[in-house]
């Protein structure tokens, strides 16, 4: 990772001193840190108040037990998180995840990453992220049902419309997010819509929600293209994983005329020259919870690869949406080589420290998960205004309001990076533009 400036390093420091084997939660915060060294130069205070310090421990972090019983009557038994790392803007705001691999550092890295995000959307919300190691891969309806139960048991003493405001991740969708929502109203006899995003239409949900991350990615890269003069009109797209987030990256670029030939599951991807027929995809991953692998069954002159790394198919444009640190300094060389002009992050931190080193050495538009992902917790503010207006947009309405707040981050990443000295460099322009304002909501409340 490259030297942070002198005083950053010293916070650096202390980060990895206090939060031992946060190996994800480290890579976040020196990435924020990396970009910080102008800011630190023309406005010292921020170090002198102790701000960046502040920000780098959550402001609360909650850890519970999990109980619930399986289908065969067995006592299983889960670790249940939520971090609420920053409330200057707002209530905190960010997914639950639920996936075996998920601990501390994992929802410390997300709800950190989520307080710069947020910010940069110009909604009125703060940073935080929560989750489970539970698998719902393979489990049946009841048991996935019975978990979100034992889950929101704990987790309702802590949320609510004002305070902290959940919503889906990986292994987090509409299934379960009505699960946590009827036990959150079972327990405290309210029908408090706004304490949780990303529900159903005909119970409190926002039109657009679904496929707000993945639609507003492209719209991001749409705003990158026009500012070449240039659209996504026969551009050769390649996206990774093919759950929520790829799913609606696919259908935004084929609407606006690109032409997406490979995506990809944990277990491997597929090529189709032709272009993804995306009906396919979201049968199998929607309906049935099966493998991209059966794609090829359908179509059979696609090509199944059995190794997960997509980024060997040459294209015009990489989506990375499916998980951390997907995307390495190996692969970021194979798309410079085969031509690639614009990496956008659907996922959260998908790309490396070193993949993203060698796209701005490379003159690659890189464009950060914080500003290129932030559709979807925007949207989920679209959610939480029509839940305290009691209205419910239409499609059109809600899809234009995303389109306008995607356009507001890229003017936004753009004119910071240029008054901080970086024009061009996406990643610095919203580390600068998220960190400031929260920087200077944080100083305007106090030492709190
Ligand atoms: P999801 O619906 O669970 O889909 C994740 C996809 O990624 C699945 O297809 C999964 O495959 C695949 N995957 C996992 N590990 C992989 C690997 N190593 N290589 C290739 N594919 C892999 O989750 P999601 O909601 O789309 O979220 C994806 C990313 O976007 C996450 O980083 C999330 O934090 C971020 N994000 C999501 C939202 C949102 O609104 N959903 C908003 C902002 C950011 P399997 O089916 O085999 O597991």
């Not at 989750?131 to 309806?141: A, Q, V």
């Not at 990774?240 to 490979?262: D, E, F, M, P, R």
């Not at 356009?407 to 004119?415: K, S």
Request: aromatic share 8%; glycine share 12%.
């Amino acid at each position: 990772m490259p030297a942070l400036d002198e005083k950053l390093a010293v916070l650096y420091e202390e980060v990895l001193q206090r939060n031992p084997g946060e190996n994800e939660f480290h890579q976040a915060v020196h990435e924020v840190l990396d970009s910080l060294g102008p800011v630190v130069a023309k406005h010292p205070h921020y170090v002198d108040a102790g701000v960046i310090r502040r920000l780098c421990e959550p402001e609360r972090q909650i850890i519970f037990r999990v109980p619930w019983v399986d289908d065969q009557g067995q006592v299983q038994m889960n670790r249940g998180f939520r971090v609420e790392f920053n409330s200057a803007l707002g209530p905190y705001k960010g997914g639950l995840r639920f996936h075996p691999s998920v601990y501390l550092g994992i929802v410390k890295f997300l709800g950190y990453e989520q307080i710069f995000k947020n910010a940069l959307t110009g909604m009125p919300i703060g940073g935080g992220k929560g989750g489970s190691d539970f698998d719902p891969k393979g489990r049946s309806e009841g048991e996935v049902m019975r978990f979100c139960q034992a889950f929101m048991t704990e987790l309702y003493r802590h949320i609510g419309e004002y305070t902290d405001v959940p919503a889906g991740d990986v292994g987090v969708g509409g299934r379960e997010i009505g699960y946590l929502f009827g036990q959150y109203k079972k327990i405290t006899n309210r029908y408090e819509s706004g304490v949780l995003t990303g529900k159903g239409l005909a119970w409190g949900g926002s039109r657009v929600r679904t496929e707000a991350t993945g639609f507003g990615t492209v719209f991001f890269v749409d705003e990158i293209l026009k500012a070449r003069g240039d659209d996504l009109d026969g551009k050769r797209v390649v996206v990774s994983g093919s759950g929520n987030v790829a799913i609606y990256a696919i259908a935004k670029v084929q609407q606006l005329g690109g032409t997406v030939v490979a995506c990809s599951d944990s277990g491997g991807f597929i090529v189709d020259e032709k272009g993804i027929d995306l009906a396919t995809v979201k049968e199998i991953k929607e309906v049935h919870r099966g493998r991209i692998s059966d794609y090829v069954e359908r179509h059979p002159h696609a090509q199944y690869v059995d190794h997960t790394s997509v980024w060997s198919v040459p294209c015009d444009i990489a989506l990375p949406c499916a998980t951390q640190n997907e995307l390495n300094g190996t692969d970021a060389g194979l798309l410079i080589a085969n031509g690639c002009s614009i990496v956008a992050e659907g996922a959260n931190m998908p790309c490396t420290p070193d993949a993203v080193k060698r796209f701005e050495e490379n003159g690659i538009a890189f464009a950060p998960g914080k500003a290129a992902n932030a559709g979807g917790v925007a949207t989920s503010a679209l959610e939480m205004q029509q839940n305290a207006s009691r209205d419910s947009w239409t499609f059109k309405h809600t899809e234009d309001r995303l389109a306008e707040i995607m356009r507001g981050i890229h003017e936004r990443c753009l004119a910071t990076a240029d008054e901080y000295g970086s024009p061009g460099n996406y990643a610095a322009g919203a580390n600068i533009a998220g960190f400031t304002q929260v920087a200077d909501a944080m100083i305007a409340q106090g030492v709190i």
